[in-house]
């Protein structure tokens, strides 16, 4: 089956008058396989049969807290690993039913850029949380679990089609299914009480949170928007608030507002005003451009006046 081209972004025909009003054109689910993603598929199960095959290379390829510091590399390599059957299925279904809907507009280029973010991002927190987990519990199994998967790109996919195809829905099992705009709410809550029921399933839940968060904070402030050009997404409808209920408003619009006060003039470089010189400078400046503007007032005043003068005294000669 051959995927459609990915430069272009997918789109339907602009409504009457939508064009001339500079509206970016609306984004349609995709109907096949994206060649990117089944080689990723490719990748995933590949580290699957890997283990499989030689169980040492676990140490090698996924984030061991205690032994981290030697094997950097873990941290970006980690985020491909699968150690168990159903995650390296659940994660190419997931890659491949996401990736056929995010590709095509995204390009290439950038939906491969947005997984390597994602994963190395989260590879770091996943590295970092372990070691503050160890030093609050002092439980050395934090140390030495091996933490690895592409679920937090998972997520981050997530977040990623609320904002191009909020209200499309997912199905979720047998008649049930839930619009792409709540899924990110909706993974969080089952995960953390997932955590609860299944101590062991606890280890995912950090890795989920971070790749929905830095997956929205790239994708609000960073991302140069294929549809609109430009960079980053600061519409309401994508706003942090946004991604809870109403409910949580109170919440979560004051930490909204923070990350608007750090990010957001980097969203909207159209919007930002230009930089203020310092008033003293100003001042002074703005006083010698007087100073100029009355001295060439001046001058012009007195040719007018000569040029008068000189043709009069000419006439009685």
């Known amino acids: 089956m051959e995927s459609q081209p990915l430069q272009e972004p997918t789109a339907t025909a602009p409504a009457a008058g939508e064009e001339a009003a500079g509206a970016p054109p609306a984004v349609v689910p995709g109907k096949e396989f994206t060649r990117t993603c089944k080689g990723l598929v490719v990748v995933l199960i590949g580290g699957y049969v890997l283990l499989q095959l030689l169980p040492s290379s676990l140490n090698y390829l996924a984030i061991i807290p205690s032994k981290t510091i030697p094997y950097v590399w873990t941290v970006f390599t980690a985020g491909y690993i699968e150690q168990v059957l159903p995650g390296a299925i659940g994660s190419s279904l997931g890659l491949l039913f996401c990736g056929k809907d995010i590709e095509p507009v995204w390009g290439r280029k950038e939906f491969l850029k947005f997984i390597i973010l994602v994963n190395s991002i989260c590879g770091v927190l996943a590295f970092c949380f372990a070691i503050g987990l160890y030093y609050v519990t002092g439980k050395e199994s934090f140390l030495v679990t091996p933490l690895s998967g592409f679920h937090s790109c998972l997520a981050g996919f ?140 001046a001058g012009d005043h007195a040719a007018d006046t000569e040029a008068p003068a000189r043709g009069h005294g000419t006439a009685e000669d």
Do not use: H
């Open 158 to 297: 997530l977040v990623a089609l609320k904002q191009l195809l909020p209200n499309l829905e997912l199905p979720m099992c047998f008649f049930w299914k839930i619009k792409a705009k709540w899924m990110p709410f909706f993974v969080v809550c089952f995960s953390s009480i997932m955590a609860f029921i299944v101590p062991d399933s606890i280890n995912f839940l950090p890795t989920l949170v971070s790749g929905m968060y830095v997956s929205w904070l790239y994708l609000r402030y960073f991302q140069r928007n294929p549809l609109t050009g430009l960079r980053g997404d600061p519409s309401d409808d994508f706003s942090f608030p946004s991604l809870f209920p109403a409910a949580m408003r109170p919440v979560t619009d004051p930490v909204a507002n923070l990350f608007d006060r750090m990010l957001c003039a980097r969203s909207r470089p159209s919007e930002v005003a230009l930089p203020v010189s310092d008033p003293t400078k100003a001042s002074r400046r703005r006083e010698r451009g007087e100073r100029v503007l009355e001295e060439r007032l």
